[in-house]
């Protein structure tokens, strides 16, 4: 569940960045700092200990990112350490995702099949999904080797489920069910 706070700055990380017109290079910074921290716990942790200075967590700011994010995420990152919000950074960054796909049409969908999809396959399936919702995708594939066959796509909090694994479940039920 995301924090009221962290919503809040992230709302207005992402009208700043509407407001300069960067909203696609801060949606990279953004992507970059979500694998920063998944990466790097103790990175949060640095960033959120009272026992560290404020000046001493801007420093390695400063040094970790300078040059490797646009000076708008960057001021960012330090109006978090000034205000003693570094905690709610991963809130933000969720709501300025949320916003920023709102705003372009992007919507998002995993698709899960038994083996890996071919690069031309994961492109015609987005390609498709994009014709049928009007919308640009952005397709997460993943694996799941218990499906047999077939593929289960989730998609707008909906799934849809064509596998083998799902179709052999349904038949049990309808032999289970004529026969008791």
């Keep these: 569940m995301s924090s009221l706070i962290g919503n809040r700055y992230g709302e207005a990380f992402f009208e700043a960045g509407r407001d300069e017109n960067c909203l696609d290079s801060l949606y990279d910074d953004v992507c970059l700092l979500r694998g920063v921290l998944g990466e790097n716990e103790d990175f949060l942790k640095v960033m959120n200990a009272p026992s560290?200075?404020?000046?001493?967590r801007s420093r390695l700011l400063d040094t970790i990112f300078d040059g490797n994010l646009q000076p708008l995420t960057l001021n960012y990152l330090h109006l978090l350490v000034d205000k003693s919000r570094f905690g709610s950074l991963q809130d933000s960054l969720e709501k300025f995702i949320e916003l920023y796909r709102e705003y372009k049409g992007i919507i998002c969908a995993t698709a899960v099949t038994a083996?890996?999809?071919?690069?031309?396959?994961?492109n015609r399936l987005r390609d498709k999904l994009?014709?049928?919702?009007?919308?640009?995708v952005e397709l997460t594939c993943e694996v799941d080797p218990a499906l047999i066959s077939g593929i289960r796509l989730q998609m707008n909090g909906e799934q849809f489920d064509s596998s083998v694994r799902r179709r052999l479940e349904n038949l049990k039920k309808s032999i289970e069910s004529a026969v008791f």
């Design 130 to 136: 994009a014709a049928v919702t009007g919308k640009q």
């Design 115 to 122: 083996v890996p999809m071919s690069e031309e396959l994961t």
């Design 52 to 56: 560290v200075a404020k000046e001493e």
